[in-house]
Every structure is written in C-alpha cells, then in structure tokens.
C-alpha cells in the first residue's frame, strides 16, 4: 500500500512539474502575448526561440529540459523509490504533462526537450546509457546541422531511440519507454511531417544548409 501511494503521489508530482507552460509563461513575460498565437503556435522552446529570441528561447529550452530531469531524479529521492520502474513512469508523467498541460487545457508541446531531460535524468542514475544519450544527441546534431530542420532532427533521433538502447542492452522497460517516447514525438510532429513533405517547413539558417 506504501509503495502505491508514493507511486500515485510521485506520477501526479511529475506530472505536474511537466505542466508547467514555460514557454507560455515567457511569452507573457516577457512580451505580454500568447505564444499559442505566434510563430508556429507550439507551447515549445524552438517557437519561442524563433518567436522571442535566443535569450529566452534557450531558458525554456533549459527549463523544460531540466522538468525531466527533475522528475526523474529530484521526485524519486523525494519519495524515497530507487527502481528502475519507477524513474521510467515518474519521466513518462512529466512529458505527458509537458504535452498535455492542465493549465493550458491540456494542449502543450511536442515534449521532445522534456524527453531529453527524462533520458539524462536516466543516464545519472543508469550509467550504461550515458552511449545511448550521446549517440542521440549525435543524430540529433548531426541532421539538424546538415538540413537546419529541428522537426526532422528530432524525429530521426527519437526513432533512433529504442534501437540504440537494444544495440547497447538495455533493460525491456528502458527499450519500451524509448518505445513510447518514439512515438509521442512523431505523433506530435504530425503537422511538421506535412510541412516537410510540402517543403513549407521552417528552417534555421545555418552555413551547413544546403539550399
């Protein structure tokens, strides 16, 4: 019973710390407008990025990565809960609340900066994906530096996910959660597909681009 009880107690934390609308609540803030009615209309770091700049663009970009992390780490000693099982479902529940935030009726971001956090909040207490969070990082590096799309990096280096963690044996849960992050990536990038396929994407100019 004790054991259910910090779970609920530890999901709900989480979930919470996730629904925290960062980019919402830097675009009033900071400029008085609602993010959801500009640039690409995503409650994400990338459109405040584009939308308000690098300054408070790379703040949410920590804040929301570090709402994974926190979860992951912070909410799990705070409760006093070491398995594995849990670090998984408290970072499940926080991405979840980064997607679907309560306080902004349930529409949120595309949740990939909290997922990367999730995953580092993992590799601090799981040494073996420490390879698995740099090879990520890597494609991730790699194809947004070469084409300049944050959508279609993001995308490849999620799907990459669950096979690196099966190349670098990990745990079933661990293969199953980069499973599941998989897929509320794409799922949640369905209208970036789109405009990607239309050539409409927006794109971050870099030297590397090819035009």
Not at 38 to 55: D, I, P
Not at 107 to 133: D, E, P
Not at 156 to 177: C, G
Request: net charge positive.
């Amino acid at each position: 019973m004790l054991m259910l009880i910090k779970l609920i107690f530890g999901l709900g934390l989480s979930y919470f710390l996730g629904s925290i609308p960062t980019a919402y609540i830097f675009g009033k803030l900071y400029k008085g407008i609602d993010i959801r009615e500009h640039g690409s209309k995503n409650v994400g770091a990338t459109n405040v990025f584009r939308t308000l700049g690098k300054v408070p663009g790379s703040i949410v970009l920590t804040l929301d990565i570090l709402k994974g992390v926190v979860a992951v780490v912070a909410v799990s000693y705070f409760i006093q809960v070491d398995q594995v099982v849990f670090y998984i479902l408290f970072g499940v529940a926080a991405v979840c609340g980064h997607n679907w935030t309560v306080f902004l009726n349930f529409k949120g971001g595309k949740g990939v900066a909290t997922s990367l956090g999730v995953l580092i909040g993992l590799t601090i207490k799981i040494a073996s994906l420490r390879l698995v969070l740099a090879f990520v990082v890597l494609i991730w590096t790699t194809v947004f530096l070469s084409t300049g799309y944050v959508s279609l990096a993001s995308m490849i280096a999620v799907v990459f996910l669950p096979l690196l963690m099966l190349i670098f044996t990990q745990s079933l849960a661990l293969i199953i959660l980069g499973i599941v992050f998989c897929i509320f990536v794409v799922l949640r990038h369905r209208p970036n597909i789109q405009r990607l396929l239309n050539r409409k994407e927006s794109r971050v100019k870099l030297p590397f681009c090819r035009r």
